[in-house]
């Protein structure tokens, strides 16, 4: 198991979370994503949303001082939910994983929810292993394959 570090984003992190939403393979895993991830100017927007939203909590996940991705919990009407990318070279590794463990001691509102693509068997499978049981399935539209997609929602606490 990686043991990673979570500290704090930065604004000199941004550039790292921007190549990664690059990946056409990994955006359409992940499904709602922006509407264009290569428009630099609504994703340094975004980002700006974010670092200046105190009830936001977000971090940086390192591997060796690598960035390998991002992982925040927002309130979205009323439920405290958690989000996370990781770049695709460092799947399947634990990384996910490790990180979502170590991001629910520094967040602990309970309860918690995820929500994933229903095909994303990677993020579900990382949602449970820390916890997490599915609570609805729905669907959704998702920009990145631009259609409705099965989604399930996923609580811990």
Sequence with gaps: MPRLNLRP????????????????????????TPADPSDREAFEAHWDRLLTDDTIIKRT?????????????FDMLGDREVTYWIDRAAWGRGMAT??????????????IYGRAAADNAGSI???????????EQTRGFATARNEEVDEVVLRVG
Excluded: N
Excluded at 125 to 135: M, N, P, Q, S, W
């Design 61 to 73: 996940i390192e591997d060796d001082d690598h960035i390998v991705g991002h992982i925040a919990s």
């Design 9 to 32: 984003v930065e604004r000199g992190d941004l550039d790292v979370f921007f190549e990664h939403i690059q990946d056409p393979v990994a955006v359409w895993m992940a499904a709602f």
């Design 98 to 111: 490790e990180a979502l463990r170590q991001f629910l001691d520094i967040d602990d509102a309970r309860p």
């Design 125 to 135: 499978r990382t949602l449970e292993k820390c916890g997490f049981v599915i609570v």
